[in-house]
């Protein structure tokens, strides 16, 4: 087996790991909450025989480690349960939400990229001039401000203050991208800016850290020497091996997007997974719970997982490395 298969498996193996703990933690969620499934289901006037005979349906009467095996078994042919409150499936349920959430931190994470690789780059080409000056106190302000705060910030700004002005933004409410494209995007407009807010300050300083260092290697000042253009040096052959903490911290970001989506969700009314999980909370709806938070553990470790895989393609000397290692 070569190295670079023998790294994939032990990634794959450390995953699994990660996520049977995880499973597991929403599993014991069961034992631990004071609350009784069955007088979420049945009301508060249900009698002993009626909470017993949910219970046996229900498989709450064996034991731990028993409920525990069929509930993982269920999860690997996709059965998630069913939700007590809405008789719902519950991976239907989270695939409904996951539509929302999903384009939520695509478009928050294209956006955040766009913004912050150019003010990357120029920080980096004019560092210690004004303009690199002038963004550490604006992303320091930027970094500083909570998502809920920036939300709230949009809202009264491009939503209630632009009622009267030719363009403004709807403050709530959603429309799916299937059904008009266009007012799913104009609804998505100040949740995705309150969720990229959050991450252009890092990303652009991580760039920029990488990029001072890379712009003093050896290969970069040759091709100074040879006489291309600046931009030529910078985009061509400075910035892809600048890349690997940005991907890094891109891919990482989304948890971080994940647990802002619940602060936005709630707070600009979308159905997704954040307004799901919330709900699903207030409402004592465990399996519902149980699975949003596996699901979203899922979601975390593919993301880890997909970044590792990225650095060869943006590294070649890490794929020369493990030649050599061969």
Not at 121 to 141: N, P, Y
Not at 202 to 225: I, P, Y
Not at 241 to 253: F, K, M, N, R, Y
Not at 294 to 304: E, H
Request: proline share 6%.
């Amino acid at each position: 087996m070569s190295p670079a298969v023998r790294a994939v498996a032990a990634r794959l193996a450390h995953l699994l790991v990660v996520l049977a703990l995880v499973s597991l933690a929403a599993t014991l969620m069961l034992d631990l909450t004071p609350v009784d499934p069955a007088i979420v289901m049945l009301g508060e006037q249900a009698t002993p025989e009626q909470v017993a005979q949910v219970h046996a349906a229900l498989g709450l009467d064996r034991p731990f480690l028993a409920r525990y095996a069929n509930w993982v078994a269920g999860l690997l042919t996709g059965d998630f349960g069913t939700s007590y409150r809405t008789k719902v499936d519950v991976l239907d349920a989270i695939l409904a939400a996951l539509a929302v959430t999903g384009e939520l931190i695509v478009l928050s994470l294209l956006v955040a990229l766009a913004v912050s690789i150019p003010i990357g780059i120029l920080t980096a080409h004019h560092r210690d001039d004004w303009f690199d000056r002038l963004w550490v106190v604006v992303s320091s302000a930027l970094v500083s401000c909570p998502p809920f705060v920036s939300a709230l910030v949009l809202v009264f700004v491009f939503a209630l203050l632009a009622r009267d002005w030719p363009v403004h933004f709807p403050a709530t409410g959603w429309t799916a991208f299937t059904a008009d494209p266009l007012d799913n995007l104009w609804h998505a407009a100040l949740p995705v800016v309150t969720l990229a807010l959050v991450l252009v300050p890092n990303f652009s300083r991580v760039l920029r850290s990488d990029l001072v260092a890379t712009l003093d290697d050896d290969f970069v000042l040759f091709a100074k020497a040879k006489g291309l253009p600046m931009r030529r040096v910078l985009l061509r052959h400075a910035l892809r091996p600048s890349s690997l903490s940005l991907v890094t911290v891109a891919g990482i970001s989304i948890g971080q997007l994940m647990g802002g989506a619940v602060v936005v969700e709630v707070l600009f009314g979308l159905p997704g997974l954040g307004q799901l999980l919330v709900n699903a909370i207030t409402l004592n709806d465990l399996p519902l719970v149980q699975g949003a938070v596996v699901f979203i553990a899922a979601v975390y470790v593919a993301a880890n997982a997909a970044v590792d895989l990225c650095y060869r393609v943006l590294d070649p000397r890490l794929r020369v490395a493990h030649g050599a290692v061969a």
